[in-house]
């Protein structure tokens, strides 16, 4: 069975609430998914992940500067994933996520190609353009 790591950090729960619905819609299609804030975060969990999904809250003003929170870029920066995973980016925001996922990627050190989808949910719900887009991930 194949398996999909989800780690997340939320400042007021809706990214844990979006976190949470990706891993129900993956554990859907048969895919075992573990949905684990970075601060549970164990490095024999990674082992054995085929998808890992990096998610966290918009941190910034309005419009500009958004950027993943310190402790966020802390935990990215120590991971080392190999090529054999397939990586995505997911954020919740208020307005707009802007420069968020650039700001993500530069912290993130992964290979060339295996970064292959980035989502965003305002209000932490899973909807269908989400769903769509995680079956083409997981092809």
């Known amino acids: 069975m194949k398996q999909a790591l989800i780690i997340f950090q939320s ?12 891993g129900c819609y993956f554990n859907s299609l048969n895919i075992e ?8 975060f164990r490095k024999d969990l990674l082992i054995s992940a085929d998808y890992v999904l990096l998610g966290c ?3 910034g003003t309005f419009l ?5 929170q310190k402790t966020w870029i ?6 080392q994933l190999d090529k054999n995973k397939k990586v995505a980016l997911f954020t919740t925001y208020t307005i707009l996520t802007g420069s968020m996922f650039k ?3 530069k912290h993130l050190y992964h290979e060339p190609g295996s970064l292959v989808m980035e989502l965003k949910s305002k209000d932490g719900k899973l909807s269908e353009i989400d769903k ?5 991930f997981l092809n």
């Open 64 to 68: 500009l500067n958004q950027k993943p």
């Open 57 to 59: 809250w918009t941190n």
């Open 132 to 136: 769509q887009r995680l079956l083409e």
């Open 11 to 22: 400042r007021n729960g809706r990214t844990k609430k979006y976190a949470e619905k990706i």
């Open 74 to 79: 802390n935990f990215v920066k120590s991971m």
């Open 33 to 40: 998914a573990t949905v684990i804030p970075i601060e549970n």
């Open 103 to 105: 700001n993500m990627k």
